[in-house]
């Protein structure tokens, strides 16, 4: 099983509502294609719909007991999760991760409120080790001295343990206002250790981050280090087009690093936050 099916799996495994199950059912619907030539596959998640659609109504107009539906919850959740096992197994792979990441922003718009605070806050630092790991720790500094810790999103002390990492970063973009791009000199040429470059693979984090922030319409921001410029579209898949149009902020090395992200603050402050 791919890694694509075991994040999409869990993230069902996650879904106990009725209005999640029903997210869930909708999405292991759009895999299953009326071309599919498992028809029963398809009338069971047809069924399952039909059945989610009818609790949600009857909770809607008060036609059934807490305890009723909290029981039909259960229920459900149990046979969706047989039901989705049985559509990853037989799913184009090529369409799993588009899934992950439908599902990972409908389930976070789910969440109670007060719950997308813990979930990552309202800036998004996405970058690269390799390219820019020094500069973004103080570019993070930064924010969390002006903004809170809670409120802006590092991967390396903000995602829980024993979470999956692209489930929780869908998630975590879907509760923020800005994503900031930090792109170094060597952002868009950085290989993987069989010297490929790490842009061109769909699974890449940074490409999947800003794929993401771009299709749920968050603010991304290229903040540009190293003297860095930002990628022209021929350097990047088609899907990171549109973050070569984006409007860029150039943060310099000392001595013009205080000044210049005491700009890009008031400038979160004034547009963004």
């Known amino acids: 099983m791919t ?3 075991e994040d999409l799996l869990n993230l069902i495994g996650k879904a106990q509502s009725l209005s999640a199950l029903n997210d869930a059912m909708r999405i292991m619907r759009e895999l299953l294609p009326a071309s599919s ?3 029963n596959l398809r009338k069971q998640v047809t069924l399952l719909r039909a059945r989610l659609r009818d609790a949600l109504e009857a909770d809607r107009l008060g036609l059934r007991s807490q305890t009723e539906l909290r029981e039909e919850e259960l229920k459900l959740a149990h046979i969706a999760r047989e039901v ?9 792979p ?33 970058y690269r080790r390799k390219d820019s790991a020094d ?4 570019i993070r500094e930064r924010l969390v ?9 590092f991967d390396v002390d903000s995602i829980p343990l024993g979470v999956n990492f692209r489930a929780h970063i869908v998630a975590t973009l879907a509760q923020c206002k800005a994503c900031l791009a930090i792109v170094g000199p060597e952002w868009v040429n950085i290989c993987d250790d069989k010297g490929n470059r790490r842009l061109d693979d769909f699974n890449d984090p940074i490409r999947v981050e ?25 350097q990047v898949p088609d899907s990171l087009h549109g973050f070569c149009s984006q409007n860029a902020f150039k943060v310099r090395p000392d001595p013009d690093f205080d000044q210049d992200m005491s700009k890009l603050i008031e400038l979160l402050q004034m547009q963004v936050l």
Do not use: C, M, W, Y
Request: net charge negative.
């Open 3 to 5: 890694d694509a099916r």
């Open 37 to 39: 030539p498992d028809r």
């Open 84 to 92: 989705a096992a049985d559509v990853v197994r037989t799913a184009d």
């Open 94 to 126: 090529d369409h799993l991760q588009t899934s992950v990441q439908s599902l990972s922003v409908s389930l976070a718009s789910r969440q109670p409120e007060g719950q997308a605070d813990k979930a990552g806050g309202q800036i998004f630092l996405s």
């Open 135 to 138: 500069v973004t720790a103080r």
């Open 145 to 153: 001295g002006e903004f809170g810790r809670e409120a802006v999103f």
């Open 210 to 234: 800003i794929e993401t922030a771009l299709r749920i319409d968050r603010r991304v921001i290229p903040v540009l280090v190293g003297n860095a410029n930002v990628p022209e579209r021929d």
